[in-house]
Nanobody
């Protein structure tokens, strides 16, 4: 079992930055591919980014590529999402998740997910 708790969300202006954190407890984070998802009101859950078990490889949705960076500190059992040049369309609840592979996470198939943190970008 893995428990995930997100933090770092908030209100920011267009062009601003935020850094989300996801603290994990339970099974070691190094066993999982970790990812971030988001969901805006009235929309489906959207894949944002994922990072490999040892943190060497990462993938991103086209909508955030070049603006967001995912990283992982297995020693601290924490995953981060650095978000720069934020846009109003980035407004959503952001969720951290643990899964088995990039393929699974890209398909919104994960084993564990946190409760989410709200990110609001004002225009």
């Amino acid at each position: 079992q893995v428990q995930l708790v997100e933090s770092g969300g908030g209100l920011v202006q267009t062009g601003g930055s935020l850094r989300l954190s996801c603290a994990a407890s339970g099974r070691t984070l190094s066993l999982y591919v970790m990812g971030w998802f988001r969901q805006a009101p009235g929309t489906d859950l959207e894949f944002v980014a994922a990072i490999s078990t040892i943190g060497i490889s990462s993938i991103y949705a086209d909508s955030v590529k070049g603006r967001f960076t995912i990283s992982k500190d297995n020693a601290k059992s924490t995953v981060y999402l650095e978000m720069n040049n934020l846009k109003p369309e980035d407004t959503a609840v952001y969720y951290c998740a643990a899964g088995r592979s990039f393929t699974f996470l890209r398909g919104n198939d994960y084993d564990y997910r946190g409760q989410g943190t709200q990110v609001t970008v004002s225009s």
